[in-house]
């Protein structure tokens, strides 16, 4: 009974090898996960090209907060100083262009991950894992051979080549699940947020050419020593009447600052608001994932295994 059991298995474990090298394992498998695949390559380019255009938008916020920074302006107005308020700003900008760079790179990791385990997984690491299995089986129906070193490492190799099958193949589909439920449970829209921001970096940007050009206005021309005595009666009339508009051009000056503070300042919220979703989806998912997976797989594999070994009674 024990030898027609081990023999019912050599079979069948052959036509799972047969089966995952000759492409039908793996075609079967594409077949089931088809539209779960499907959903996950368009969420992954999706996160692509948000994170793309998020990146985009950061670099365009730094560089316009960097213009001003680097302007005469914070030098001459004194106690408004635009550069200085514009600091924190200025370092969460650096800090979600940083998280934006991350989570571009672990989209890529992620990408290659699925087409990998797309393209290899089954006829891969498999069709090893039958192999192993295979050999196994064969060592135990043929005890004179006394293989139980070799009945060991196969059956270890063949737990490992199976858990590296299920984590390479179903990782980033179940990843996708997860990080499609976060996105409801957050319901935070990346791609309007990303447009606000762009708007907000062009509006600002807008802004401080309108303070830039009022400020240049505001500057007073230095004064000729070598003119007459009645002209410089005249100049300082006119200086007289220039400073006096000069109190109100500040005035104005000093609320277009504030409204371009107040416009840079409104990014804050979201950008917080995108390094929360970025980090969950891109970082901490799948990393949660991956070890979620492993710990259940593992011991499912082995008791799938185990249940080819029957004992003697």
Known sequence: MVFKFIYAKIVFLLLLFLAGMTGLADYSINYVTYKWDVKTEEHLDELLVNAGAAYAVSRGLNAVISVIQASDINILIGNLALGEALDPVNDIV????????????????????????????????????????LTSAFFESLPFLKGERVIAISNTMSTSMVIIFALFRFIIPT?????????????????GTIEKLEEIKNRSHIEYNTVSDEFDQSVIPEQEDDKNFLTRISDSLKDTGRRLSETFNRDKLSENIDRVIKSLGESIEYITDLIVIFIIQTIVIPILTFFLLKASFQ?????FLSGFRRENP
Do not use: H
Request: charged content about 15%.
């Open 94 to 133: 650096e800090r979600f262009s940083n998280v934006m760079l991350m989570s571009i790179t672990s989209i890529g990791i992620q990408k290659f991950i699925f087409r990998t385990g797309k393209a290899y997984g089954v006829n891969l690491f498999l069709t090893l894992a039958f192999l192993f299995l």
């Open 299 to 303: 011991p499912l594999i082995i008791l």
């Open 175 to 191: 990843v996708t699940l997860l990080s499609l439920e976060s996105e409801k449970l957050f319901g935070t829209d990346v791609t």
